[in-house]
């Protein structure tokens, strides 16, 4: 049974960062891509970061590009979003997930396990 377990959320000033986490378990995590989405209130699901398995690939959503940053630790099945000049449209329930595959996507509905998601809110 595959398990993502986000941590890191909580409340910042704008220009301010974070560190989220998700840690996997179960599977074998360096075989599969990663990545990061988020749901703000009224708004849909949309793609913030995607890595691939080995952690040389990544790709960003064009509103967080140079400011955030998607890495992972295989060793500790784990993957991380580096939050910085953060602001307050950034503000949403920020989940982790894996792909069903090693390769980056960016849509939604070509990962397989989600995370139950931490909360970011970003006040002005």
């Known amino acids: 049974q595959v398990q993502l377990v986000e941590s890191g959320g909580g409340l910042v000033q704008a220009g301010g960062s974070l560190r989220l986490s998700c840690a996997a378990s179960?599977?074998?995590?360096?075989?599969?891509?990663m990545g990061w989405f988020r749901q703000a209130p009224g708004k849909e699901r949309e793609f913030v970061a995607a890595?691939?398995?080995?952690?040389?690939?990544?790709v960003y959503a064009d509103s967080v590009k140079g400011r955030f940053t998607i890495s992972r630790d295989n060793a500790k099945n784990t993957i991380y979003l580096q939050m910085n000049s953060l602001k307050p449209e950034d503000t949403a329930v920020y989940y982790c997930a894996r792909n069903r595959g090693s390769l980056i996507y960016i849509e939604g509905r070509k990962y397989e396990y989600w995370g139950q998601g931490t909360q970011v809110t970003v006040s002005s």
């Open positions: 890595i691939n398995w080995s952690g040389a690939g990544t």
């Open positions: 179960g599977g074998t995590f360096s075989n599969y891509a």
